[in-house]
């Protein structure tokens, strides 16, 4: 067993563990973030998708000892009160059904929405192939990173709009 410090969710961790212990195992038993899900142990289904330093990876192929002080990002730590893009859409659209493949599906969509915000079908079906949903909720996945897309512009639009419609208040006059 060795210790390592890991940065996870913006925070630093420690555990202890052996050095060829999938970071998956370390997630969910060493650090109880049980979001990040097994399916298939060898890279093939996608339910275990991490970013490490914003990339999606397979956290059931990646020993521990391999992670050092890269970021790991897991569905926790995606958005603090749980209002990713993504996640809102998720549930306006009611993308998952059973839910178990749904944090690697949108791990590996909010990695897609940073590189490319505003997606094609094509895109998104390129981005998300390796992410197997064995409900079969892939046009809804799809329907839903299109409407993250929205989201995350309209709010773009209003977070660019606001400081125009302060200087635009109109100021009261004096004695008035
Ligand atoms: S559990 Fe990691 S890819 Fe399937
Ligand atoms: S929602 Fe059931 S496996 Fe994807």
Same mark, same amino acid.
Not at 111 to 117: I, T, V
Not at 125 to 138: E, F, H, I, Q
Not at 153 to 159: F, H, K, L, R, S
């Given at each position: 067993?060795?210790?390592?410090?890991?940065?996870?969710?913006?925070?630093?961790?420690?555990?202890?563990?052996?050095?060829?212990?999938?970071?998956?195992?370390?997630l969910?038993?060493?650090?109880?973030l049980a979001g990040t899900k097994?399916?298939?142990?060898?890279?093939?289904?996608?339910?275990?998708?991490?970013?490490?330093?914003?990339?999606?990876?397979?956290?059931?192929?990646?020993?521990?000892?391999?992670?050092?002080?890269?970021?790991?990002?897991t569905i926790e730590?995606?958005? @603090? *009160? #749980?209002?990713?893009?993504?996640?809102? /859409?998720? !549930?306006?659209?009611?993308?998952?059904?059973?839910?178990?493949?749904?944090a690697?599906?949108?791990?590996?969509?909010?990695?897609?929405?940073?590189?490319?915000?505003?997606?094609?079908?094509?895109?998104?079906?390129?981005?998300?192939?390796?992410?197997?949903?064995?409900?079969?909720?892939?046009?809804?996945?799809?329907?839903?990173?299109?409407?993250?897309?929205?989201?995350? @512009? *309209? #709010?773009?639009?209003?977070?660019?709009? /606001?400081? !125009?419609?302060?200087?635009?208040?109109?100021?009261?006059?004096?004695?008035?």
């Amino acid at each position: 067993m060795s210790l390592y410090r890991l940065h996870i969710n913006g925070q630093i961790r420690q555990v202890e563990a052996a050095p060829d212990t999938p970071l998956l195992w370390v997630l969910r038993d060493s650090l109880d973030l049980a979001g990040t899900k097994y399916g298939c142990g060898v890279g093939a289904c996608g339910a275990c998708t991490v970013h490490l330093n914003g990339v999606p990876t397979r956290s059931c192929m990646t020993p521990v000892a391999t992670v050092g002080l890269k970021k790991v990002l897991t569905i926790e730590g995606l958005d @603090a *009160q #749980a209002s990713h893009p993504l996640q809102q /859409a998720w !549930v306006e659209l009611d993308v998952p059904q059973c839910g178990y493949c749904q944090a690697g599906q949108i791990m590996t969509a909010a990695a897609l929405l940073k590189e490319n915000p505003k997606p094609s079908d094509a895109d998104i079906d390129g981005a998300m192939s390796g992410n197997l949903c064995r409900c079969a909720t892939y046009l809804r996945i799809r329907a839903g990173i299109h409407r993250a897309a929205e989201i995350s @512009a *309209q #709010a773009a639009a209003v977070a660019v709009k /606001a400081p !125009v419609s302060r200087k635009a208040k109109p100021q009261a006059k004096e004695g008035v």
